[in-house]
């Protein structure tokens, strides 16, 4: 809400400048801005039209003449919205309106010495139809400018929290300053007289409306308002319409009551205060026809809906130029109902925005007596208010909250005596008395939405004491205890072990879209998003290479092609979610020169593959101490499953990695030679007392893992021997490890030498093998029995397998 | 007479040989020369049975030393030419240091996670702990223990993302990991929790998925002083020891009394400037006193235990930090942008 500090000043006596109020405003939680009304225009005058005339030669244009009071100009115009004693504002010759002089100009055969002006060229609307007719009041011949207090006029604007719908009105924030600053806010009460002549038939009928009161007042003028009332509206941002809607829009800013006006004339019969029907139907002054529900709150007439209550009128029985006879209505509507319709029509008002907030009950027939006021002194020379119908069943009965001293100074730190608790809630118009312990208030109905226990006066009494000038102290914290930190520190030091071996941290959304799924022919996630922002954040992903895939595609479009990147995310299953690692490896990781005689060159030293992506993850792992992990060809449907492999501990699949399936890699636009893997992490519950230490996540084991202890180092030499084994293709290098391994108890260590095949079905793979004995020196006798023992035990193990050499 | 005049010549001219000589080869041919079996002292020496047993003896040493003279000048004269060739070949495989170097280049870590780490770091220096929750989260965790209702205006404050599963959301702060933990747990607590939030929201300034780290510390007595000078701490930490801190009181449902955090313009120093759009101050993060609704919902007496909790926006702060112009620019994975960090 934007208001002119003028206004405010006209309700407290200040005499501050808005600049340190706004600052005060925003220290005591009110936030609040100052701006400058316009920009002062010199050369705009105020004149009145003595005449108009078709232009003879020209279409569209008129000829006017209009004076200043001294002196006549000759104006050419294209509106047609000014008329014989229409009070303008004229542009004068040297006037700068939007960055352009105004000249005199010929329009064929006429000169025309200056400009009438619209609101939009003024810089004071968006858009404008026609020229700006001042009212009748308007005094002719003075300077434009300063009659509308361009550049001198300051603007206060509030944005305020939820809980504060008593600032939103000229009143609210006249209190708020006046509180601030201590000094006590001035009110006129309204004296008008009403007749019993005519009172509305109005019933009420719903449980969401908690007062209806309207008035009559015939014989009502419909003109353009007063210069006063017009300036405060556009300096508030809105459009001035005619004197009664003008009022109605009026006493909303000023005093925060929404209220409506129905042309009586056109009401048919009696009035009811209900909830719609289901499928009722409702043209509004919008000029959208809504379908209503049984949970919306209703004017109706005879005919059916003449208003959405607290929202927006209806066409039917809308104000115009022709209205006489008025009915004003003046509610207050349950704001959970107003909330629900709004959102669900999707139409929000000052009106509809206010109820949502709340609003004063208490003094809503001051607040439309103050309209009634304005109707009278503005619309009607021979007005007269003809009744009044006030339904209010359950008057407002203020709520008596206390304030312990002793809570006062739990919650904010310091001692503040009950009486400087009693003044300072008595300076926010809240009554309030000392007792034994503390003070005791009776809350008003301005408040009754916001302060409803005594933490909520805890905190007022906090805000204008100045919360700022409280000094700080430390807590004194309890030491932690590492359990909750581990994870952290798990997670950070595998961020490390990446970024350490080259590889890039990335964040991406974790929305997916279907069509990556179905490039990597992939069935669709379980979470979906039913409110979804585009259609390529319809998910949440259940896999993090979708992601770094649509990464890798972001690089590719600079020309990036090399790419090593990682991002520890989470992935959406319907019961559960888990943080996961994923990698996406291509290209060079290594780049440099060699060195030949008489010539260095740039080359490649390392390209990601199968056995560099195999290395990296092994070093992972053991990072964490886990070295037993095992290999299985992988399944996934976006990965060539010759080249890729899923990871198990303990029989648990952990993660996996491989190469991209070529036709995959064609269909998203991605290099053939990706590496792609994922680790997982941790389980992450949403249930409450779950064990998040589930197998099949790397931080479990790594949590659970043995401390190593201490072996003797070792006294007697190893020693080497070399074997090579002729074996069936289909035996793997690791089925050879495994079974050496287990065949004796002499072999500490075992290396591929190398692999070369015989012919298409048999192979040779010759290691190297450590032997030794922790207790004695091995003679070569000894290791050569030994040899001769495990080759006896690996033949009755492998089918098919010969010690060559 | 001469046997030794001509020993002492033969040195002299071992010596004179042995300086001019260039290399290991001619060295060796001289110690042939003068030093073999059938060298030129042994030659001198042939001639030594005419002389008497004195005489003998005599030149016998002098051969000797003179011997010894020579070995001893081609051992170090064989020690100079060996480091003037180790220096030669040094020499010839010399490499220009100036060349590029080659070694896997070290990763970049994300900006965000780096400044989550650091804010992290800072809270568990003061004794917190950290905490962690689902972000497909409860609803009634993510609002209504939190003091936020249905149909409450707060609810527009987050825009929120629904799915396909009843009673959940995405959660659209860090705050439920409050309620997780005050469940699961006894005062005292001292808690940070870091992690993802989403808000239906997508501009310059607002992705709809970004970073928040909450705080919690609940015990007896803790009081809105406290909540300053913890937060005045961290803020000193992060953003240098000069920052003044302003605490303006706001609005949250689940804090009260509430604030907003501002601290003085880093850029201009509190003077105004484009940065801080002429305030002086720098929005960075909301905080408040645990409202006692919040202590109702999870079963701490409010009237024995106080606390207090904090929200601050990571995406906010790094933009701050490093003046990045557009948020959006954390979450396409640009390497241009991750390697400037």
Redesign the interface.
């Known amino acids: 809400m934007k208001v002119p500090y003028s206004w405010i000043k006209e309700f407290v006596d200040i005499d501050k400048s808005a600049e340190e109020v706004v600052e005060k405003l925003?220290?005591?939680?009110l936030?609040a801005t100052v701006e400058t009304f316009g920009e002062y225009i010199p050369n705009i005058i105020t004149v009145k039209v003595l005449s108009v005339k078709k232009h003879p030669e020209k279409d569209r244009l008129y000829i006017c003449e209009a004076t200043d009071g001294n002196k006549t100009y000759q104006i050419i115009t294209g509106a047609d919205n000014v008329k014989k004693d229409s009070i303008v504002l004229l542009a004068q010759i040297g006037a700068d309106i939007k960055g352009i002089t105004i000249k005199e100009r010929k329009f064929g055969s006429y000169t025309s010495e200056g400009m009438f002006l619209s609101l939009e060229e003024l810089g004071l609307a968006d858009n404008a139809d026609g020229v700006w007719l001042l009212p009748p009041d308007t005094p002719v011949g003075v300077d434009g400018s300063k009659l509308l207090g361009l550049g001198e006029e300051k603007l206060i604007e509030i944005d305020i929290?939820?809980?504060?719908g008593d600032a939103l009105n000229v009143k609210g924030l006249a209190r708020e300053i006046g509180a601030i600053f201590n000094i006590k806010r001035k009110e006129k009460k309204t004296d008008i007289k009403i007749l019993n002549r005519l009172i509305p038939n109005i019933s009420l009928e719903t449980d969401k409306c908690y007062r209806y009161r309207g008035i009559v007042i015939n014989n009502v003028e419909i003109k353009p308002s007063s210069l006063e009332v017009q300036l405060k509206l556009i300096k508030s941002g809105q459009k001035p319409i005619n004197n009664v809607v003008d009022i109605t829009n009026y006493i909303l800013l000023q005093e925060g009551q929404p209220l409506h006006a129905f042309d009586l004339d056109k009401i048919e019969g009696k009035i009811t205060v209900r909830n719609a029907k289901d499928g009722e139907k409702f043209l509004a002054l919008d000029g959208n026809e809504y379908s209503l529900k049984s949970d919306d709150i209703v004017i109706a007439d005879e005919n059916g809906v003449i208003a959405l209550g607290g929202i927006i009128g209806g066409e039917t029985t809308k104000v115009d130029e022709n209205t006489k006879n008025i009915l004003l209505e003046a509610a207050n509507f349950d704001y959970?109902s107003i909330?629900?319709t709004s959102k669900r029509l999707a139409i929000t008002t000052e009106s509809s925005y206010r109820f949502?907030?709340g609003i004063d009950v208490e003094s809503l027939p001051e607040a439309e007596n103050k309209a009634v006021e304005m109707i009278l002194d503005l619309a009607g020379n021979n007005s007269e208010v003809m009744g009044e119908k006030d339904i209010y069943l359950y008057p407002y009965q203020p709520k008596e909250i206390k304030v312990r001293e002793r809570t006062v100074k739990?919650?904010?730190?310091?001692d503040i005596p009950k009486e400087e608790i009693a003044d300072i809630l008595n300076r926010l118009e809240i009554p309030t008395e000392t007792i034994e312990d503390g003070t005791v208030s009776k809350i008003p109905a301005f408040r009754s939405l916001d302060l409803t226990?005594e933490?909520?006066l805890?905190?007022e009494v906090?805000?204008l004491k100045g919360?700022?000038e409280?000094?700080?102290?430390?807590?004194s914290?309890?030491?932690?205890?590492d359990?909750?930190?581990s994870?952290?520190k798990f997670e950070?030091r595998t961020?490390d072990f990446?970024?350490?071996?080259?590889?890039?941290?990335?964040?991406?959304?974790?929305?997916v879209g279907e069509r990556i799924y179905k490039s990597l022919n992939l069935p669709l996630p379980d979470?979906?998003?039913?409110?979804?922002?585009t259609t390529d954040?319809r998910f949440?992903r259940d896999n993090l290479a979708v992601s770094?895939i649509?990464?890798q595609k972001?690089?590719l479009r600079?020309q990036?092609k090399d790419?090593?990147?990682?991002e520890?995310?989470?992935v959406?299953f319907?019961d559960?979610?888990e943080i996961r690692i994923g990698i996406l490896l291509r290209g060079d990781?290594?780049?440099?020169?060699n060195f030949k005689k008489n010539k260095?060159f740039f080359t490649t030293?390392e390209k990601w593959s199968f056995l560099e992506v195999k290395g990296l993850i092994e070093s992972y792992l053991k990072l964490l101490g886990i070295t037993d992990f095992e290999l299985k060809h992988s399944e996934k449907t976006y990965l060539n499953q010759y080249e890729s492999a899923e990871i198990f501990v303990r029989g648990f699949n952990v993660g996996y990695f491989g190469k991209i399936h070529p036709e995959v890699a064609e269909k998203v636009e991605i290099h053939k030679d990706t590496y792609i893997g994922e680790l997982k992490l941790k389980y992450?519950?949403?249930k409450?007392?779950e064990n998040a230490l589930k197998d099949g996540y790397l931080y479990t084991y790594f949590k659970l893992k043995d401390t190593p202890t201490f072996k003797d180092l070792p006294k007697y030499p190893s020693v080497k021997r070399d074997l090579a084994f002729e074996v069936d293709d289909t035996v793997s290098v690791e089925e050879i490890f495994k079974e050496l391994g287990n065949s004796s108890k002499l072999i500490e260590k075992i290396s591929l030498f190398d692999i070369y095949y015989l012919d298409e079905n048999r192979k040779s793979i010759a290691v190297s093998v450590d032997f030794r004995d922790r207790e004695k020196s091995l003679s070569d006798e000894e290791i050569n029995r030994e040899v001769e023992s495990i080759v006896k035990k690996l033949k009755e193990k492998i089918k098919g397998l010969k010690l060559r050499g | 007479m001469g046997l030794k005049e001509d020993l002492l010549k033969l040195k002299e001219e071992a010596k004179k040989l042995i300086e001019e000589a260039k290399d290991k080869n001619s060295l060796d041919k001289i110690k042939v020369k003068f030093l073999g079996k059938k060298g030129e002292i042994k030659q001198v020496l042939k001639s030594l049975g005419k002389l008497s047993p004195e005489e003998r003896k005599d030149i016998g040493k002098v051969a000797n030393r003179i011997k010894e003279e020579i070995e001893g000048l081609l051992k170090d004269k064989l020690a100079y030419i060996k480091r003037i060739e180790l220096e030669r070949e040094l020499r010839e495989n010399r490499i220009d240091i100036t060349l590029p170097s080659h070694w896997i280049e070290t990763g970049h870590q994300h900006l965000i996670t780096k400044t989550l780490q650091e804010v992290v770091d800072i809270f568990i220096s003061m004794g917190f702990s950290v905490a962690e929750g689902p972000e497909i989260e409860r609803e009634d965790y993510n609002f209504d223990m939190l003091n936020i209702p249905k149909d409450h205006p707060a609810r527009d404050m987050q825009d929120t993302f629904f799915i396909n599963k009843d009673g959940y959301v995405l959660r659209t702060h860090t705050s439920p990991v409050q309620i997780r933990t005050m469940l699961t747990e006894k005062p005292p607590i001292a808690i940070v929790a870091p992690g993802r939030v989403y808000r239906k929201d997508m501009d310059p300034t607002h992705t709809p998925m970004f970073h928040q780290i909450e705080g919690l510390l609940v015990d007896r007595n803790i009081t809105y002083r406290d909540l300053k000078g913890t937060l005045q701490k961290f803020l000193q930490e992060v953003f240098g020891k000069d920052t003044r801190i302003r605490l303006r009181p706001s609005y949250f449902p689940f804090t009260e009394p509430s604030f907003e955090v501002d601290i003085s313009c880093s850029m201009c120093d509190g003077e105004g400037c484009r940065v801080c759009k002429g305030a002086g101050w720098l929005e960075i993060l909301g905080s408040g006193m645990v409202d006692p609704n919040v202590f109702e919902a999870v079963g701490i007496n409010p009237e024995e235990y106080s606390g207090f909790a904090f929200g601050l926006g990571v995406e906010r702060i790094v933009m701050l930090k490093y003046r990045i112009p557009d948020i959006r620019l954390f979450y396409y994975g640009d390497m241009r942008f991750i390697k400037q960090f």
């Open positions: 925003n220290e005591t939680g936030e929290t939820p809980n504060r959970i909330r629900k949502e907030r739990r919650i904010i730190g310091i226990r933490i909520d805890v905190e906090g805000r919360f700022n409280i000094e700080e102290s430390f807590p914290i309890p030491i932690n205890t359990k909750n930190i994870y952290y950070n961020r990446f970024i350490d071996n080259g590889i890039n941290e990335v964040i991406t959304y974790s929305f979470i979906e998003i039913t409110n979804h922002l954040f949440m770094l649509q990464v972001e690089n600079h990036i790419i090593a990147v990682f520890i995310g989470e959406f319907n559960f979610e990781f290594i780049k440099g020169f260095i030293k992450v519950s949403r409450l007392k």
